[in-house]
């Protein structure tokens, strides 16, 4: 059984940062990518930035420049620093492990409220 447990999110205003971790545990495979979604209110669920085992990584066009995902191998833990946070970023951030390019064949964490006020 894979477990992940996020943390970071909270109230930020905009312009702001925030530091998202996700850990994760039980029988993990080495070639899972981990990767960071979110969820706005009514709105479709959107991938904001994935990092493969060896280090490559994609951003979703919106986040691109401001947001920055890293990952900790040896502990099995995925960041997201996210910068110069507008309105439009706040959502439910949700973490992930899964086959690359495959999200929804993956595990998914319980979701991070982040929102940013104006």
């Given at each position: 059984q894979?477990?992940?447990?996020?943390?970071?999110?909270?109230?930020v205003q905009a312009g702001g940062s925030l530091r998202l971790s996700c850990a994760a545990?039980?029988?993990?495979?080495?070639?899972?990518?981990?990767g960071w979604y979110r969820q706005a209110l009514g709105k479709q669920r959107e991938s904001v930035a994935v990092i493969t085992n060896g280090g490559m990584t994609a951003y979703g066009d919106s986040v691109k420049g401001r947001f920055t995902i890293s990952r900790d191998n040896p502990n099995n833990t995925v960041y997201l620093q996210m910068n110069t946070l507008k309105p439009e970023d706040t959502a439910v951030y949700y973490c992930a492990?899964?086959?690359?390019?495959?999200?929804?064949?993956?595990?998914w964490g319980q979701g991070t409220q982040v929102t940013v006020s104006s």
């Open positions: 894979v477990q992940l447990v996020e943390s970071g999110g909270g109230l545990s039980g029988s993990i495979f080495s070639i899972n990518a981990m492990l899964h086959p690359p390019g495959w999200p929804d064949r993956g595990y």
